[in-house]
Structure formats: C-alpha cells, structure tokens
C-alpha cells in the first residue's frame, strides 16, 4: 500500500492526513491502520500530564531538546479540551514549543478531546501508532489531568510523567483525587515558588502511605522556564525504561492497554449493530410502553438483546 | 463526536507584537465549532507552512499589523508551493491597506479581513471556502 510506504520512509504531509482520517473518519482509518501496524511498537510512549498551568509543554519543549542533542526523534501529541458546547477547540500547546517547528526531527500534533472524556482524544492511539511507524523514538502525549476522569493515558501511555506547582492551593486536593497513583515520576515544576519544600514533603508523605509495588516514584524539582531539573528528569525516564524492561511490566502494561483496546472497540462495534438493526421507531415505541409502565426497562432490554444476537448471527458481521 | 472539524492555524509572522486582534479571531472561530492551531508571536513563514503540514490544516490565516505583509505573504505562498500544500485556503488580517489587497489576491490570498470586521464574515467565509 503506497500510503504505508509513504509513511515508514517519513513522510510527515501522508501522516498528517492519515491523522485526520483517523480523526473524522475511522472506519476507513482501520483499514489503513491495519496495514501500518507491524510497523510500529518500536517507539518509546511517555504521558505528560498535570493542572493546566503547571508547565507540562514548557516540560515536553526542554525534554525534546534534550533528546534531540542526543540524537533521538520525537513525536508530540498535544491534547487541549474541546469544547462541549461549541465542539470547537483552541489548540495552543505549540506556543511553548515555537523552536521546535523547524526542526525536522520532530512531528508536533495538536488535537482536541472531541467529547471523549477520560482527556484524550479518541485517536490518541492511532496518532501515537503512526508517529511509531513514521520511525519517531520517543513520543510525548500531552494532556491536562486534574482529577480521577484523566486516567485514560496510564492506558495508552509506557510511563507517566506528573507535573505539578506549588502554590496551587490544592495540595490537599492532588492527594484525595488519587492522580498521584497514576504517576511514574512525579515532578514539582516552578521549584523557585512559595511552597515547593512543603509540596514535595506532602507528596513524599503520600507515598509513604500507598506504596507502589516495586517501583517508588521519585520525585523532582524543576524549573523547566530556565531549564533547570530537565537532565534529572531525563535520567529519572531512563531509569524507569530499565525498570521496566528488567521487571516485564512493560510488557504486562501493553497487554493491559491492548485488551482494553480490544474491549473499546468492541463496543464500538456493539453500538453500530444496535443502531443500524434497532430503528428509532420502534425505540420510539419500546420507550413509549416503559414510561407508560406497560412494560420494564430490564424485560424490555432482554428482548431487544435477543433481537441483536439474531441480527449478529443472521447477517453477520462482514466489516 | 466524529466528523469533520475545521482546522485553523492562526499565526503571526514578522515581529510586531499586538496580538490581541489575532486572538480575539482564535476565539471566534473556536466558538463556531473550529479547531484552531494558535502558534504565538513572531512566526517566520517556514515555521508557518511546516506547522500547517504536520497539523494537516485547512486555513492560514495570518495576522500582520507591521507592514511587512508585502514580502511575508509572497514567501508563504512560495513556501506552500514548494511542499504542494497550495490546496490551504489562505486569509490575512491586521493593518493592510487596501491598494495592497488586490497585489495579495493575485498571488493567491482568498481575502483579507482588515480591522473593523466583523467575526461573523470570517466565519461564514471559512466555512464556505472549506467544503
């Protein structure tokens, strides 16, 4: 397939539109994707996340620098929230990363949530597997998480990176929301403000209380604006590649993310044989009879079940 | 929520610094339901075409309030050229006088919006021109 070729010899325009297919239309994608997938599972995926404010792009800017003095290419999927009411999204993450853009070894791509609400987009992970085959090393998914919903990148992501502020006045709130358990590395960014001791005795406490198998995360200071603290870091992500590689987590991590992937798509499928073999009407009627207490949601979804796995195993699933 | 989305790259070019115009635009647009690139200040036109490449974006628009759209906007159109991305819908906003605008549509600039005009007209440009 010309497209795939494209890709895997660095084609970034034939990426960026597949990108955009895989965005608006997956179906087709798939058929694509398909194609593209044994070219990649060869890059290195890293979660950036944290309040917004915290820095997370200035991060993901002096950590791509670093990386590229070292020789190594960098994809950036950078993830702002859509808007629920307009659908539409102001994608800034580029602005911390205005040097980067020139630089031929770096693919940056902004993206909105569009609706998906565990704070990435639903092509996250085709973006991140075309980055992969289109031969980037290392590839930075950046995305705002503040609170228990923004879990969805522990699932697509190797590792996590945690970055946080002092002064925030929600030190309280980091620890009661549990986000700290979904960080490999956790980082203080802005060290030099007001706070930063106290913030990270608080963290450290933390972990005190919910230790984590075998892997304790540590935790760094940093003041990314003068890149101060990004070497520590960098070597902290190195230390966790070993880790896991010498565990076998890495691995377990990405069986765990495929079967949810599998589980994600099945459902997928599900909901596009209920609307295509259930028409509306006769949803109209069942609803009609439920309200009127004429009949039970549950009897009622029990029937229409039966009438899936008719239509499943009747006409089939020849997608 | 599948479907098409509009993508916009607002940039500024050159180096004046107001980009209270630019962003005002931003915001307009992302309320109508498009996604907007919004890549800061001073963008040399390399920058420009290479962020539209890798964001695969159906409109430029640029924003220039220095005077230096009459060589910035040429070697933009040159640069799209040369990475044959010309099928990017390109407007331009900002201080531009009128007697340039007709030099900037020759080249290939589908409008320029100057100060004074409403959102609403971007927006129902964009989403004619994009189809």
Request: glycine share 10%; with cysteine.
């Amino acid at each position: 397939m010309e497209i795939i070729e494209k890709i895997i010899n660095g084609d970034r325009k034939v990426a960026a539109k597949l990108i955009t297919l895989a965005e608006n239309d997956f179906s087709r994608a798939q058929n694509i994707l398909k194609e593209l997938y044994s070219y990649t599972g060869n890059a290195l995926v890293i979660g950036i996340t944290g309040p917004p404010g915290a820095g997370k792009s200035t991060i993901t800017d002096k950590l791509t620098k670093s990386l590229r003095k070292q020789g190594k290419t960098v994809g950036i999927v950078a993830i702002d929230p859509t808007s629920p009411f307009t659908g539409g999204a102001l994608l800034g993450d580029r602005i911390r990363m205005q040097d980067l853009s020139t630089d031929q070894g770096v693919f940056i791509r902004s993206m909105g949530t569009r609706g998906n609400l565990g704070g990435l987009s639903p092509a996250t992970q085709s973006t991140v597997r075309i980055l992969d085959a289109l031969g980037k090393d290392i590839i930075f998914i950046e995305t705002v998480g503040v609170g228990q919903a923004e879990v969805e990148i522990v699932k697509v992501a190797d590792m996590v990176v945690l970055i946080t502020m002092p002064g925030m006045g929600d030190d309280i709130q980091i620890i009661k929301a549990g986000i700290m358990e979904i960080g490999d590395i956790l980082v203080v960014n802005k060290a030099d403000k007001e706070g930063c001791e106290r913030l990270v005795t608080e963290i450290e406490m933390m972990l005190d209380f919910n230790p984590k198998s075998r892997w304790r995360p540590p935790v760094l200071k940093t003041i990314a604006i003068d890149n101060i603290g990004i070497q520590e870091l960098l070597q902290e992500i190195n230390n966790h590649i070993k880790y896991l590689n010498e565990s076998g987590e890495l691995e377990q991590r990405r069986q765990e993310s495929v079967k949810k992937e599998i589980f994600d798509l099945i459902q997928e499928k599900w909901k596009e044989i209920l609307s295509s073999s259930i028409n509306n009407g006769f949803l109209n009627k069942i609803a009609a009879r439920i309200v009127k207490r004429e009949e039970d949601p549950y009897t009622a979804v029990k029937k229409l079940s039966n009438i899936l796995i008719h239509s499943y195993t009747q006409g089939g699933m020849n997608k | 929520m599948e479907g098409k989305k509009i993508r916009v790259l607002i940039a500024k070019p050159g180096l004046d610094g107001h980009d209270r115009g630019a962003k005002i635009v931003a915001r307009a647009l992302r309320d109508a339901g498009m996604e907007v690139i919004y890549t800061g200040l001073r963008q040399t036109p390399e920058q420009i075409v290479e962020t539209a490449i890798q964001e695969d974006v159906n409109v430029i628009g640029l924003s220039i309030l220095s005077g230096a759209h009459t060589h910035l906007f040429p070697r933009l159109m040159e640069l799209l050229k040369e990475n044959k991305v010309e099928d990017i819908v390109v407007i331009g906003g900002g201080v531009i006088p009128e007697e340039d605008i007709y030099e900037l549509k020759k080249i290939g600039i589908a409008e320029v919006f100057t100060p004074g005009t409403n959102t609403r007209d971007i927006i129902k440009f964009i989403k004619e021109k994009v189809k």
